[in-house]
């Protein structure tokens, strides 16, 4: 019996230690670029989403920060506007745990989401200042949320199995107890340069009107010009997305943003040319989720240092070429799990390279890290190629698009 336990757990270390090798992300050798902006809209501080999954709030938060910034015209960054982003992860938490239990478990509970929740939220809700609500109410500087996470998800599954045979008049306010106490309470009024406001008046106040914004994709397993609710988990809600042929989604793209306008953006960032340096370029290999932060989790760790850096050297793949994408790759990937909806970032600006390629500055939730402190420069493939959708301002569309897919 020791014999033959001895070589299953052999042949089970040596299993293991080739998937983890298969699954190591090769290390892209770039070239030094040399950038130069084309094109670059406001946006404000980068933040630290750090131990959580709520990129989709920090980016369209991020978005609609900027969107303020645009209509009201604000030049001066010491009056840009810094919205808790807590507070909408508190009310998307609370809506998607009632719909969790209505639907006896049958939806994906995580932290994921994506823009259109916030917009759902801030529609029903509002917005909030972050000197209002920062939503550090466990102990740490940093989000750190894995804890909370868990504590949410046994909680509602409890609820789910429903020991009474039927649910309380209490189990709501215990499930909102726990988010106040981990987040804080969601203020009802609060004052900003002595005025006093609602979430409701100050969204107002802020110039956002929800219904003025759309989200935009492009696959072909829905026709074109309709919309559709991607199908993902993280879309808990069932948000429609308008959708368009590819070329055509770039071209809105780049008008939107040369025309002073942001977006927020959703993409896979699981790809070997996303890297932790400040980098996207679609290079063809597939890479592996890690554990801890949530950019170690899409780019890995960091490389190490000194005595140990020879030892875990990586495969390096030199003066990458990037695959051209086609509407057929991006419908074949995402049937085929190769793109997935995994991380939420910020559009705003344009730049080119010394070799005369175009690129997406996009605004990163991971803190001021990288060789840009927090932006990345996303090739124009890139962004064509892995984009799942963005969220954008309705007048950021040409009137034949809005006329095509009955925007008014």
Not at 271 to 292: P, W
Request: net charge negative; proline share 5%.
């Amino acid at each position: 019996m020791k014999f033959f336990r001895a070589i299953l757990i052999a042949s089970a270390t040596m299993l293991l230690s080739a998937a983890l090798q298969a699954q190591t992300k090769p290390h892209v050798d770039f070239p030094d670029y040399q950038f130069t902006v084309v094109k670059q809209n406001p946006i404000t501080s980068v933040k630290n989403q750090h131990r959580s999954g709520t990129c989709w709030v920090f980016s369209a938060i991020g978005f609609f920060e900027s969107e303020a910034i645009r209509i009201a015209g604000i030049t001066d960054e010491k009056a840009y506007p810094d919205f808790s982003e807590m507070f909408v992860v508190s009310k998307s938490y609370y809506e998607r745990g009632i719909k969790y239990v209505r639907m006896d478990g049958k939806l994906g509970f995580s932290a994921g989401s994506e823009a259109d929740d916030v917009l759902d939220v801030i529609r029903d809700y509002g917005l909030v200042p972050q000197s209002a609500m920062s939503g550090m109410n466990y102990g740490t500087s940093l989000p750190v949320q894995g804890e909370m996470d868990a504590v949410l998800k046994g909680f509602v599954d409890a609820a789910v199995k429903n020991p009474n045979r039927k649910l309380t008049t209490a189990w709501k306010g215990a499930y909102q107890g726990i988010l106040d106490a981990y987040l804080g309470p969601c203020p009802e009024t609060f004052t900003v340069d002595g005025q006093q406001f609602t979430p409701a008046t100050y969204r107002d106040a802020m110039g956002i009107k929800p219904e003025d914004y759309v989200t935009l994709t492009s696959f072909t397993h829905h026709p074109f010009y309709t919309a559709f609710a991607i199908e993902v988990c993280d879309n808990w809600r069932g948000d429609l997305a308008y959708n368009v042929p590819i070329d055509e989604f770039m071209e809105v793209l780049e008008s939107a943003v040369m025309n002073g306008y942001t977006v927020a953006w959703g993409s896979d960032v699981s790809e070997t040319g996303f890297t932790r340096d400040g980098m996207a370029a679609l290079v063809d290999t597939q890479a592996k989720q890690t554990s801890g932060s949530d950019q170690e989790r899409w780019v890995g760790p960091a490389a190490p240092k000194g005595k140990d850096a020879k030892k875990s050297a990586k495969p390096e793949v030199k003066s990458p070429v990037e695959i051209v994408p086609t509407q057929e790759m991006r419908q074949e990937e995402f049937d085929n799990k190769l793109t997935t909806d995994d991380h939420g970032m910020q559009i705003f600006g344009i730049a080119t390279d010394q070799f005369g390629r175009k690129y997406y500055m996009v605004k990163n939730s991971w803190g001021e890290t990288g060789k840009y402190k927090g932006i990345w420069y996303a090739t124009e493939n890139f962004v064509k190629g892995k984009s799942i959708d963005y969220m954008v301002h309705k007048d950021a569309l040409p009137q034949a698009l809005k006329d095509k897919l009955g925007i008014k």
